[in-house]
């Protein structure tokens, strides 16, 4: 069962306006004319209203004040409404004045507490047993073996540094970061070697959490890993009782000043010797050690602590602009899941970016936190830090190393003011083009100077399942051990203490990016961080951190290509190329005579393309990683069952649709070239979702099995057998067939429509005997059957709405004025063409389009809420995630565009913004300004659900009759709830399990359930859960011509509803998924249950009851449901009421 929102939220869908007021009602109601009443009269619920002010308020001239915060605003942010969006952003996360009180005040009990912690005299640091039995060592002593002594002092220095004295601290998470100064005569002289320092560190922190740990101050004392790094834990300190989720202090020993010679911890030098680590003899004679850069650097780390903070207190100073900005950033980094683990860009880093820009008066101290953050963010976006590393360092002495030597070691570099620690040294070159890429997207966000541009960059969060295409997670992580001595890792496990996850993550990346070729735009991984673990308990083990997730972000020019080119097979490239690909690497002859080495992969149809990425992950980590393919849990294609056709197991219906257009293509060339029409044909437009690639489920070429029909000889044609099961169900595909316009057209409606219908028979028999196609003609249109596909034309006059329109007064004027007809016209004959060929454009650009329209549109009809929207706004709706995907790029594959789709339903304003959908980039920025204006000055009498298209920029047709308000309240719940149960599943390393989870309606809110026989639902195997066996639908499987018209549109649920809804649509709603559903969901309307005056005219489905002397009626539930069985004779099953809720 899908995820059931609660059972009363639709119970507003029957007539209570209380579940999604949108104000609309005030439309009709009496014009209040006192000034008083329009000033206190509330407005409508979540609806926006204008300020209205008094005329003195109005006109009064600006203070001061005033007009230098104007000026201010206009030098320093692009408008007032974004400088009063980022004052509000900073207010929430800012820390408050009390808080810090209360802060300050725990880190001086802290600080007491840490100083009255006793001393313990000097012992080996093998010998452990002097720790008491309550307390682990929060670090792997592999191997254990290691030279040195250690005692406890309590700290020669206890320092708070980081984000909280700079006041960049930003909530929820408020952390604040203490350096403990670890006393001179705790170490030796050789405590940089085989990981002495990083054991005395440990041992240090295990005596401080025992004795810690027994004071009443504190509510909770844990070990963590710094930023991920596993030899370097620090212990969190939280205070006792309510205050526990107010601030996490982290305490981090660190050496004394000058006790580490810079020299000796040189990204060149070697610290961890190959002897001790690998527990074998010294390396051959010649073969020098293996330098150790990652080792050196965390312990630079720990040595530049305090030299950073004053660096960054300097320059930050009283700066307020650009304490600002890096709150910006850290909110901006946040939101992009950039600042997690051990390798993330974290804030840190960002504030000495900030520092570093400074130094190069990039920015000014006198600059907004917008300007900083727009700073900060081009400087991302054009600077590769993996090639052209930058320095803090101003000095020239010799001896520091330059930054060429640098790069030779660190994927990405970025040196503090010594120039000897590498800030960026965690950090791998996937996470930085990473940062580089969303830098990009956000400038070209912020320079488009969107409305919504601040709430896209800052308040729209970009989890890795919603921004990647393709996700792969690789577990367990015990392979990549494996995989290390698969590439010859050892140098790189001994520079990081046995981490063969981050030994192996850079190298496994390079394989895969290099295998993806022009498929990939950009390769990420996310590495969940450790969590933390009691002081009693050993730390976790690198098998037990998590997953490791990649994200693949793919380009959808190069994805669908078969074919890997290689070199030529004389060229010296050529054996790098085999050595690469392994078996699949072939040599081909190709048309143009060159013979060249090549990888075919294998995939018939353009869902088995997408997946080619799968193919290749696959067999370059089972190749060159020795990981196998069932440690390889790859998330594409798992949406994909819901919208493949009954027996196609292998695709998505992409061939189904592209073979119906070619067919209609074909058929518009025939209207086009007929001969004998009186007039010519001055335009072919297809209008049926088909033609736009939206059709949840394409029609296939169909060939009547006539031992299913009765043959009428009389009209050449088929009717359904009552002793078979209904036949398969056949829907034409519309297409408008335009008309040139001249004098001779009359001026009526009436003869305009019989003139219509002339060409509608004379169509058909020029077809017929032109093209030889079997025709069926009515007044209204011209059924069409060419090659197992039925098009229904329809003949359209291009001023036959005009006509419609005009209105003739009894003095014998002619006015125009909108009318049903007219407007239905409209929309059916130029509306509806245009949608549709520009939605066909969209999909040659974007060719996830499709799969992403017809999983939402499965989605929805799945909920039982498809009859309460159009086709077309739901295919609107889906156009929006490629023509506006801002802050993420254009969806490439179907999973994603669909996760994106639940997002905007589920989170957008549908009250006070209509969703504009700019198709073929038609609309200018001040145009849609002008429209989102006219929209707030109108919206009492727009729809609730407002889609605005360059073609439709007042009125938003697609959504003018439906869906109402409370429908689309229970799809923005029913979205809420299956995002985040569906991104669990698809993250879940283990496998999704039954991805159908959230396709299935939840049936527990309705009063009523109609239980069908499958055995007259056409669709029957369209449905989510897909029977395991149907009835024969009387289609002939092989193809071949077919002299009759195969019986067109006969669905019997859907005209058991069309008579419900007509009998009983007063007093109830009806609910069904046309796609094979087997219930009709009943909702009782509650403003029926309410007894009413008799009346002749009204008794139907009520009874007569006596209230107070008066006659009554109320509604016979008994008889509806009798009713509801009797009018559905052999297609019901059952009649189920659900609910007692509804008494009279």
């Not at 577990?475 to 203490?497: F, I, M, V, Y």
């Not at 083990?541 to 990649?550: P, V």
């Not at 033609?691 to 394409?698: G, K």
Request: one cysteine or more; proline letters at 8%; aromatic letters at 8%.
């Amino acid at each position: 069962m899908g995820p059931a929102p609660p059972g009363e939220q639709l119970r507003g869908a029957a007539g209570e306006p209380e579940v999604l007021e949108l104000g609309l009602e005030g439309g009709n109601k009496e014009k209040v004319t006192s000034r008083k009443r329009a000033k206190t009269e509330p407005p409508a619920d979540g609806l926006l209203q204008p300020v209205k002010l008094s005329r003195a308020e109005l006109y009064k001239e600006p203070t001061n004040e005033e007009l230098n915060r104007l000026r201010e605003t206009e030098i320093l942010f692009h408008s007032s409404l974004l400088r009063l969006q980022v004052e509000e952003l900073l207010k929430e996360v800012r820390l408050s004045e009390k808080k810090k009180e209360r802060i300050d005040a725990f880190l001086k009990e802290v600080n007491q507490r840490i100083r009255r912690v006793p001393s313990v005299p000097e012992t080996e640091l093998t010998d452990q047993s002097w720790l008491p039995a309550g307390v682990r060592v929060p670090l792997h002593q592999v191997p254990y073996a290691v030279k040195g002594s250690f005692r406890f002092l309590p700290p020669s220095q206890i320092t708070v540094v980081g984000s909280y004295l700079l006041g960049t601290c930003v909530r929820p998470d408020v952390n604040v970061d203490v350096a403990l100064t670890m006393p001179r005569e705790i170490f030796q002289d050789k405590d940089g070697l085989n990981q002495r320092y990083f054991r005395k560190r440990a041992l240090y922190l295990a005596h401080l959490a025992y004795h810690l740990a027994q004071d009443p101050l504190f509510g909770s004392v844990r070990f963590s890993y710094t930023s991920g790094c596993h030899l370097k834990p620090s212990l969190l300190l939280r205070p006792q009782g309510k205050d526990e989720c107010l601030v996490t202090v982290r305490l981090h020993p660190c050496p004394p000043l000058d006790f580490f010679r810079p020299c000796r911890l040189l990204p060149t030098k070697n610290n961890v010797r190959s002897a001790w680590y690998r527990g074998h003899s010294a390396p051959e004679s010649g073969s020098p050690e293996p330098p150790t850069p990652h080792y050196n650097t965390w312990i630079l780390q720990d040595t530049a602590l305090e030299s950073q903070m004053h660096l960054l207190s300097t320059v930050l100073g009283s700066a307020q602009g650009l304490k600002d900005g890096i709150a910006l950033l850290k909110v901006w980094l946040r939101q992009r899941e950039l600042d997690k683990g051990l390798g993330g860009f974290n804030g840190f880093l960002i504030s000495m970016l900030v520092a570093f820009l400074v130094s190069k008066r990039k920015i000014h101290t006198t600059m907004s936190g917008y300007q900083v953050l727009r700073s900060v963010l081009q400087f991302l976006a054009t600077t590769d830090l993996t090639v052209n590393g930058i320095s803090l360092s101003l000095g020239s002495d010799p001896s520091t190393p330059v930054p060429a030597d640098f790069h030779q070691v660190f994927p990405v570099v970025f040196l503090d003011s010594t120039g000897h620690l590498n800030l960026c040294a965690d950090v791998t070159a996937s996470t930085y083009k990473q940062v580089q890429h969303e830098a990009q997207l956000s400038m070209a966000l912020l320079d488009s100077q969107a409305g919504d541009g601040f709430h896209l960059l800052l308040m729209t969060p970009k989890p890795m399942v919603r921004t990647f295409d393709h996700i792969v997670h690789l577990r367990p992580l015990s392979r990549l051990q494996a995989a290390c001595h698969r590439l010859k890792l050892w140098p790189e496990l001994q520079d990081s203490g046995g981490d063969y996850v981050s030994a192996a993550l850079g190298p496994l990346t390079t394989i895969l990016e290099q295998g993806l070729g022009s498929r990939l735009r950009l390769l990420a991984h996310s590495r969940p961080p450790v969590p933390e673990w009691d002081i009693n308990k050993d730390p976790p083990k690198h098998k037990d951190s998590g997953t490791l997730t990649l994200g693949l972000l793919l380009q959808p020019e190069g994805l669908t290509s078969v074919l890997d080119l290689g070199p030529e097979a004389d060229q010296p490239e050529a054996a790098d190329f085999r050595q690469f690909w392994g078996s699949r690497s072939e040599l081909r002859r190709f048309q143009d005579g060159a013979i060249r080495e090549a990888v075919v992969w294998e995939a018939a149809s353009v869902s088995e393309k997408r997946l080619i990425p799968q193919q290749v992950v696959t067999h370059l980590l089972a190749l060159h990683a020795d990981i196998p393919d069932t440690c390889v849990h790859y998330v594409g294609g798992f949406l994909d069952a819901l919208i493949q056709g009954p027996k196609e197991l292998s695709n998505t219906g992409e061939e189904a649709l592209a073979l119906a257009v070619r067919c209609y293509d074909d058929l518009s060339r025939m209207l086009w070239g007929l001969e004998g029409l009186p007039l010519t044909v001055s335009a072919v437009q297809g209008t049926h979702p088909v033609l736009r690639y939206t059709e949840v489920f394409p029609p296939t070429p169909v060939r009547p099995a006539y031992s299913f029909y009765k043959h009428l000889q009389e009209r050449a044609s088929l009717l359904p057998r009552l002793d078979k099961p209904c036949p398969a169900y056949v829907e034409p595909m519309t297409v408008v067939c335009h008309l040139e316009g001249s004098g001779k057209w009359p001026q009526s409606a009436e003869a305009v429509q019989r003139v219509r219908a002339a060409f509608q028979l004379r169509l058909a028999e020029l077809l017929t005997q032109q093209h030889r196609l079997q025709c069926r003609a009515t007044a209204t249109h011209t059924d069409v059957l060419k090659d197992g596909f039925v098009f229904r034309i329809r003949v359209a006059y291009q001023r036959e709405p005009q006509i419609l329109k005009e209105v003739r007064s009894p003095e014998g004027m002619i006015s125009l004025r909108d009318t049903p007809a007219s407007l239905r016209l409209e929309r059916e004959t130029r509306l509806l063409p245009l949608l549709t060929s520009a939605l066909h454009g969209l999909q040659q650009q974007h060719p996830a389009f499709s799969g992403v329209a017809r999983l939402a549109k499965r989605w929805v009809r799945a909920q039982l809420l498809g009859d309460g929207f159009s086709d077309e706004s739901l295919d609107l709706v889906a156009a929006a995630l490629f023509l506006h995907s801002e802050p993420f790029t254009p969806p490439s594959s179907p999973q994603v565009g669909f996760l994106r789709f639940l997002y905007l339903v589920s989170t957008f304003d549908w009250k006070n913004n209509p969703l504009i959908v700019n198709l073929n980039s038609e609309l200018t920025a001040e145009e849609q300004v002008e429209i989102r204006s006219s929209f707030l000055a109108t919206r009492t009498q727009l729809p609730v659900m407002v889609i605005i298209t360059p073609q439709d920029r007042r009125s938003s047709v697609w959504t003018q009759d439906r869906p109402s308000a409370q429908i689309l309240q229970q799809l923005v719940i029913l979205a809420a709830e299956a995002l985040p149960v569906l991104e669990r599943q698809l993250m879940d390393p283990r496998g999704p399990g039954d991805i159908r989870t959230v396709f299935r309606p939840p049936l527990d809110m309705y009063d009523v359930l109609i239980r069908l026989t499958p055995r007259h639902i056409p669709r029957h195997r369209q449905a989510v859960d897909s029977p395991a066996a149907s009835f024969c639908r009387g289609l002939l499987s092989e193809p071949g011509p077919s002299p009759l018209m195969p019986v067109l549109g006969y669905d019997p649920p859907q005209l058991y509803l069309a008579e419900l809804r007509e009998a009983f649509g007063d007093l109830a709603l009806f609910f069904y998924d046309q796609h094979g559903g087997e219930v009709i969901g009943v909702l009782w309307k509650p403003t029926s249950f309410q007894p009413q005056p008799f009346k002749a005219s009204s008794v139907k489905g009520r009874m007569v009851v006596s209230r107070g002397g008066e006659l009554m009626m109320v509604p016979n539930i008994e008889a509806i449901l009798e009713d509801f069985a009797v009018l559905g004779e052999g297609l019901v099953q059952s009649v189920e009421a659900r609910s007692e809720r509804w008494t009279v």
